[in-house]
């Protein structure tokens, strides 16, 4: 059975419907967010160095819950009413992913994955979508859409 091997909670500022999380090398990120992003396309998409993940919200704070595993953890189907859900692989060459806005660049905070470079097996979800859909459009909401992702490696 898999172990969990780290966990962070951080607050992420969505804006324009969207974020990432990216290698923070990034010289090792051959196109940085926001460029190649296909806004109001997949929830979850993967490309070199960073996850694209889109919001259902414009400009919001949103919650995320990172979990880093030393092995494929059981489907998180029953910690939550997700309303999307992705999966990916991402390669991180320095072990560290940045958060960044569509506008605002790299946010101040890192999810650490692993003391080295590595490939990662990912799965993502998201809770309160509706909800944020609605508060958004008269103001800007904090915490309503939660996000869990959980790493692993790739085999």
């Not at 944020?132 to 008269?138: G, I, L, P």
Request: charged residues 25%; negative net charge.
């Amino acid at each position: 059975m898999a172990e969990l091997i780290r966990q962070q909670e951080l607050d992420v500022e969505v804006d324009f419907y969207g974020f990432a999380l990216q290698d923070v090398d990034e010289n090792q990120v051959p196109i940085e967010y926001p460029e190649g992003r296909e806004a109001g396309s997949a929830f979850l998409a993967a490309r070199e160095g960073r996850l694209d993940i889109e919001s259902a919200g414009h400009t919001h704070t949103a919650t995320l819950s990172a979990e880093v595993w030393d092995g494929e953890p059981a489907a998180a189907d029953d910690r939550g009413e997700w309303e999307a859900r992705g999966e990916a692989r991402i390669h991180s060459p320095s072990g560290e992913l940045a958060v960044w806005g569509v506008t605002g660049g790299p946010m101040h905070t890192c999810l650490k994955l692993a003391d080295s470079g590595g490939s990662w097996r990912v799965r993502v979800y998201c809770e309160g979508r509706a909800e944020v859909r609605r508060s958004a459009q008269q103001g800007v909401p904090e915490g309503i859409e939660h996000y869990l992702v959980q790493f692993w490696p790739a085999r």
